[in-house]
């Protein structure tokens, strides 16, 4: 009786101890998961906010008035690629341009050479150079314009860049899913593979493949969602370090950004257990007897 209940709590402690290790593997690879889908998240908040600082310039034509300009901006507000306006009248040029140049340019001219000035912000997703084209000529169409300027060069540039990261980021997402379904599954299927026998019993007095199944796929589920909620911890204390050295990583990382992470870590945990688990199992319910006592 000693020796069989010594061996019933070693299978127990065995038993334990694979679970454990399965729980600390699989969160760590959430871990990962997470802070992928969280800069990818990030990422595609901070490119709106870099589009959208992307600045187009009206010039107005010198015999433009305050009235007229605010005209021009009632039609602007109802474009959809507008995302913000403001109005530069010639005396607030004239101010900035006597504090840049050091002195005032109306003693040499005689008159205020400076012209008054819309400064648009677009949003995000016109904020490319073939929007821009339209765009541009939309508005030399509207009275008084004189000419239209913004950065060709950089808007190029930023797309350039943003596409390349997000190209990466993706890389990294589908890379990092690989080799995490590959270590999870080597972990379960050791957990399983040492009741293989147990598998072969309940097969051979007539037990169905989804009942034999069922709890040792539960069971890693649930070790999914406990790791799942290790990793979220995780990740909420590295979110909580990131705004305490940087309370601005705020405005790209908000609470919607932080939820879609935590349910797409559980999510995650949940899917790719509950499957290598059923794969596990399965490998073991087609194999024969003779099969299971070589292996």
């Known amino acids: 009786m000693g020796k069989k209940k010594k061996r019933q709590n070693k299978a127990r402690s065995r038993h334990g101890l694979q679970a454990v290790t399965l729980c600390i593997s699989t969160a760590m ?10 800069t990818g998240l990030v990422g595609r908040n901070l490119t709106s906010r870099v589009k959208e600082n ?10 433009m008035t305050d009235t007229e300009a605010q005209q021009i901006q009632k039609k602007l507000r109802g474009r959809p690629y507008v995302n913000h306006m403001q109005y530069v009248s010639k005396e607030q040029a004239l101010k900035e341009g006597m504090k840049e140049l050091g002195s005032d340019p109306t003693e040499f001219v005689g008159d205020n050479p400076f012209l008054s000035s819309l400064e648009l912000t677009l949003q ?11 765009i541009s000529n939309e508005l030399k169409a509207l009275p008084k314009v004189s000419e239209i300027a913004y950065q060709k060069d950089l808007v190029e540039a930023v797309n350039k ?20 379904f590959s ?26 493949w989804g009942f034999i199944r069922g709890p040792f796929v539960r069971k890693a589920m649930g070790l999914g969602v406990l790791a799942a909620i290790i990793a979220c911890a995780v990740l909420a204390g590295f979110v909580y370090a990131l705004y305490r050295y940087e309370p601005e990583i705020l405005t790209v990382l908000t609470w919607r950004e ?5 349910v797409a870590v559980l ?15 399965n490998k073991f319910l087609r194999m024969k007897a003779g099969v299971l006592y070589k292996i």
Do not use: E, P
Not at 124 to 134: G, P, Q, R
Not at 258 to 262: E, L, R, S, V
Not at 267 to 278: M, R
């Open 29 to 38: 690879v959430l871990i990962l998961l997470g802070l992928v889908v969280l």
């Open 54 to 63: 992307l600045v187009v310039t009206m010039m107005l034509d010198q015999d």
């Open 124 to 134: 995000a997703d016109y904020a490319n150079n073939d929007s821009l084209a339209w």
């Open 161 to 180: 860049n943003l596409a390349k990261i997000s190209l990466v980021l993706l890389v990294l997402a589908v890379l990092l899913t690989i080799v995490s």
């Open 183 to 208: 270590l999870i599954n080597n972990t379960i299927r050791l957990g399983i593979y040492a009741r293989r026998f147990s598998i072969h019993t309940m097969k051979l007095v007539g037990a169905s």
């Open 258 to 262: 932080m939820a879609i992470t935590g």
């Open 267 to 281: 999510l995650f945990g949940l899917l790719i257990t509950s499957i290598c688990a059923g794969i596990s199992v």
